[in-house]
């Protein structure tokens, strides 16, 4: 009867790996990391485990890398001339100023319906429309400002925002109706 190989994981450095254990320790790490590099080639991911040189760690004929290197591997692989150039992020401070300028309009834009209720038919088609779809808001730039500011929301006015963001579609619902625009008559 032949004794059962030992349970234990064994840990041996990169250079006293056998060449199998390497071709092991590299199909382990394309199989981890497929979903993030799918394009790479062979020569890439063999190239950064070469360059890495990691402890291997030995379970069975099972062959694996730690956590620690395999996120070190990633980062060498992330860097891939294979790899396309990704476009910069854009900054998260202008990002921010960019949600707020959009949420302010939105404020703005409630101001200013009392005086399209004044006289609906004063204003052209466009400016109409763009005041009205200003004021009525869009909740992904609301999600983006409040994900991106604390404290107050918005800017002074002379109208509760809470109250005008609540009326809003109401009031363009009747300026539409007094303006005669089909489907609001009646």
């Avoid at 790490?29 to 790479?40: I, N, R, W």
């Avoid at 200003?134 to 002074?156: C, W, Y």
């Avoid at 539409?176 to 609001?184: L, S």
Wanted: hydrophobic residues 40%.
């Amino acid at each position: 009867m032949t004794p059962s190989p030992d349970p234990t994981p064994l840990c041996i450095p990169y250079a006293q790996a056998t060449p199998h254990q390497i071709c092991l320790a590299l199909a382990y790490t394309m199989v981890a990391l497929s979903e993030q590099f799918p394009t790479l080639s062979f020569a890439a991911w063999a190239d950064a485990l070469l360059q890495l040189k990691p402890d291997l760690w030995l379970e069975g004929d099972a062959v694996s890398i730690d956590d620690e290197n395999l996120q070190h591997l990633t980062q060498r692989l992330a860097d891939s001339p294979e790899l396309p150039e990704l476009d910069p992020p854009i900054s998260p401070d202008r990002a921010a100023y960019v949600f707020k300028r959009l949420f302010n309009y939105q404020d703005e834009a409630q101001e200013a319906l009392p005086d399209i209720v004044a006289n609906p038919r004063a204003y052209g088609s466009r400016v109409f429309t763009l005041v009205t779809n200003l004021a009525l808001g869009n909740s992904v730039v609301d999600e983006l400002f409040h994900a991106t500011h604390r404290g107050p929301q918005g800017r002074a006015s002379t109208v509760a925002p809470a109250l005008a963001r609540a009326t809003v579609h109401e009031q363009v619902r009747e300026l539409r109706r007094a303006r005669g625009e089909m489907g609001y008559t009646g």
